[in-house]
C-alpha cells in the first residue's frame, strides 16, 4: 500500500469501524428527529415537476502534452504496452452538498467530480485512457457511507487490477489508476457496448457508497454507434445524437437518464438505514439526481439510455399515453434488431436503450409523463402486480414544444449488431444457488469472502452457469468482466426478445432458473458475481472466481 496510491485495506476491521459511524448517524438523523422507531420515515411532500432535468458535465482529460503527478506506472497494468494511453484523466472523488429539490434539504454527499450523477465518461474504441481517482473524502462521514472507496465500470471489460474489486480499496488521501484499454472483448467488433456506468464497489459499503452519490455514466462510441447522426460513414447508425455536457442541453438527443429512488427525515435531509438487510425503498423518485424533474423535449427523436440506480427497487416504465417506441439495447449492447414495445421492466443496475419520437405525437399534446408501473414495497422485490397506468406514479415530465417539422437527421436502423458466436467449447457446466440462510444472503449456503476464491477459471475457454434462486426474493446477479448470453429462461428460449441480446445483469424472481454462456478472454486476475440489491451483495451475497492463464 503506498500512501498516494493502491492499498488493500482490511475489509472486516473497516465494515465494523464504519458500519458503528454510519448507524449512530443514521439514528440520530432519523430515529430521534424522525420518530423512526418502527417504520421507515415519510418523505417531507414535494411539489413535482418545478425544476429542470440536471445533466452531468463531461470528464475532461489532461492537455496531451500533462502527465499525471505522481507519474504513471505503466507496470501496474496488463497489457499496457499493447494498449498505451491516448487519454489520461485526473478525477477527484470529494464531498459536496446534494439538494435534490428546492423544498428538500441540502445533505452531504459523495460525488464523482463535485456532483450527483458523476462526471459523464466519454470514451472511444480503440482510444485506450487512464483515469486517476483521488479520494479527497473526509476520513469521517456525516450521515452514512464509507470514506474508504473502490471503483467499479460496471460492464467494462478490464483487466482485474482496473476492474474495482470490492478488496481493491483507497482511502482518502490515495488514489487509484485505472487503466480502460478499450478495445473488443475477444477482438470482436460484435463485442461492442454502449451505455455502461461506473459506480463505488467498496466490499460491505456499495449500497450505501453509491446511494450517497457514487455513481455515473461511462459511454462508449465506435464507428458504428458514433454519436453522430449525420455520420457520412455508410455503416454508422446515425441514431439521435449529443449527449448534453452539463447546461449545454440545446440540440442534443443522447440523453442518459439514472433513475432512482430515496427517502429524507422531516428535516428533507437524505437518509438511510443501514440496518436493514432486506433492502431500502425510497418514496422519492429521482432522475439524475433531481427528484421528479421535466425535460423539454423537440417533436423528433431522442436516445434515452435509462438506468435502473436504485438500490433494490425493480421498475416497470411506461409513458402515460401508453405510446410505443423502438427498445434498441439492454445493458451495454445493441440488440440484433430493434424492438418496438411500450414498456421497460428494469432491475437494479439494467440499462435500456431505447429511441422515441415525438413527432409522432398527436398536435395538441404538449406534455406526457414517464411513469413507473412496478409496486415495490419491501427488499423482496416487486409485487408482481402493474399499477394503474393513470395511478402509477409519474417520475419525469416532458413537456413538448409545438413546432412541428422539426429537422432531424437521426434514424433507427431495422438491423444494429448481430450477436457474437458461440464459438469456445464448453470446459465446464457450474451451478450457483443465490438463498437466505439464517438472515443472510448466501450463494451456494456461503456468504461472501473475498479472500476466498469460489471459482477458477481459465482464459481462453468458456463455460455453462446455471443461475438459481428461492425463498420469495428477487435478486438481479451481475457479472464482472465478461458478458453472456442467455441459453434459457426457466427452460424457456428467449431469442427474438430483450433477453435475447448479450447482457451483464439478469434479474432473477422467486424460484427461477437462468441457464448463461460466457467467454473468458483477455485478462486474468480476480472478479466477481453478486446480486445487484446492494443491500444483498453488501451482506453478503457474492462470490469471487479468479481467472487464470
Keep these: 500500500m503506498h500512501s498516494e496510491n493502491r492499498g488493500v485495506i482490511p475489509h472486516r476491521r473497516s465494515f465494523l469501524k464504519h458500519s458503528a459511524l454510519a448507524a449512530g448517524a443514521f439514528f440520530i438523523n432519523t430515529r430521534t428527529r424522525a420518530g423512526f422507531a418502527a417504520d421507515p420515515p415519510t418523505s417531507p411532500v414535494t411539489v413535482p415537476f418545478i425544476q429542470p432535468l440536471r445533466f452531468p458535465r463531461y470528464a475532461v482529460p489532461l ?74 473524502l473526509p476520513s469521517v462521514m456525516t450521515g452514512f457511507g464509507s470514506c474508504e472507496i473502490s471503483t467499479h465500470v460496471h460492464n467494462g471489460h478490464h483487466a482485474s487490477e482496473s476492474d474495482g474489486f470490492p478488496g481493491n480499496i483507497y482511502e482518502p488521501g490515495q488514489f487509484w489508476d485505472f487503466h480502460y484499454p478499450n478495445i473488443y472483448a475477444g477482438g470482436d467488433p460484435l463485442e461492442a457496448k454502449s451505455t455502461l456506468w461506473y459506480h463505488d464497489h467498496t ?24 454519436g453522430d447522426e449525420r455520420d457520412p460513414n455508410p455503416d454508422a447508425y446515425r441514431l439521435p445524437s449529443g449527449v ?7 440540440g442534443r438527443y443522447d440523453i442518459p437518464l439514472m433513475i432512482s429512488d430515496a427517502r429524507y427525515d422531516t428535516n428533507g435531509v437524505h437518509v438511510m438505514d443501514v440496518m436493514n438487510m432486506d433492502g431500502h425503498i425510497g418514496d422519492k423518485f429521482l432522475v439524475n439526481g433531481g427528484v ?9 427523436k431522442y436516445r434515452f439510455r435509462i ?95 409545438r413546432e412541428t417539422g422539426v429537422p432531424d437527421a437521426s434514424r433507427v436502423p431495422s438491423t444494429l449488431k448481430p450477436l457474437p458466436a458461440m464459438d469456445i467449447p464448453v470446459a465446464q457446466e457450474r451451478f450457483w444457488h443465490f438463498d437466505r440462510t439464517n438472515g443472510l444472503w448466501t450463494v451456494n449456503g456461503q456468504l461472501a469472502d473475498i ?36 441459453l434459457s429462461y426457466n427452460d424457456q428460449p428467449v431469442a427474438g426478445t430483450v433477453l435475447g441480446g448479450v447482457k451483464d445483469v439478469f434479474a432473477l424472481y422467486p424460484s427461477d432458473e437462468m441457464r448463461i454462456y460466457m467467454k473468458f478472454r483477455d485478462w486474468v486476475g480476480q472478479y466477481v458475481m453478486h446480486c445487484h440489491n446492494t443491500v444483498h451483495e453488501d451482506h453478503a451475497m457474492m462470490v469471487r472466481w479468479d481467472v487464470v492463464p
Design 244 to 250: 448534453p455536457d452539463g447546461r449545454r442541453v440545446r
Design 63 to 136: 492537455p496531451s502534452f500533462q502527465p499525471l503527478d505522481p507519474i504513471l506506472d505503466p507496470a501496474k497494468f496488463q497489457r499496457y504496452d499493447e494498449f498505451p494511453a491516448q487519454a489520461m484523466y485526473d478525477l477527484t472523488v470529494s464531498e459536496a452538498h446534494a439538494c435534490p429539490h428546492p423544498q428538500l434539504a441540502f445533505s452531504p454527499a459523495s460525488t464523482f467530480g463535485g456532483g450527483c450523477p458523476g462526471l459523464t465518461l466519454m470514451m472511444r474504441y480503440g482510444v485506450p485512457a487512464v483515469v486517476r481517482m483521488r479520494n479527497c
Design 307 to 401: 438506468l435502473d440506480a436504485s438500490v433494490s427497487r425493480f421498475y416497470d416504465l411506461w409513458f402515460s399515453n401508453s405510446m410505443e417506441f423502438q427498445h434498441i439495447g439492454n445493458d451495454g449492447n445493441l440488440l440484433p434488431a430493434p424492438i418496438t414495445a411500450n414498456r421497460v421492466r428494469l432491475a437494479p443496475a439494467e440499462r435500456a436503450d431505447i429511441v422515441v419520437d415525438f413527432s409522432q405525437l398527436p398536435a395538441g399534446t404538449t406534455e406526457i409523463y414517464l411513469v413507473n408501473r412496478a409496486e415495490h414495497r419491501d427488499g423482496r422485490g416487486p409485487q408482481g402486480d402493474l399499477l394503474p397506468l393513470a395511478g402509477a406514479p409519474k417520475i419525469l415530465k416532458f413537456i413538448v414544444r
Design 292 to 300: 421528479q424533474p421535466y425535460f423539454e423535449v423537440e417533436r423528433r
Design 451 to 486: 479472500h476466498r476464491v469460489d471459482a477458477t477459471v481459465k482464459r481462453g475457454t468458456a463455460e455453462i452457469w446455471n443461475i438459481s434462486t428461492s425463498g420469495g426474493w428477487a435478486h438481479p446477479i451481475h457479472m464482472h468482466l465478461e458478458e453472456y448470453r442467455i
Design 203 to 226: 466490499d460491505h459499503y456499495t449500497a450505501q457508497n453509491v446511494h450517497r452519490g457514487l455513481a455515473g455514466f461511462f459511454l462508449l462510441f465506435n464507428d458504428k454507434d458514433s
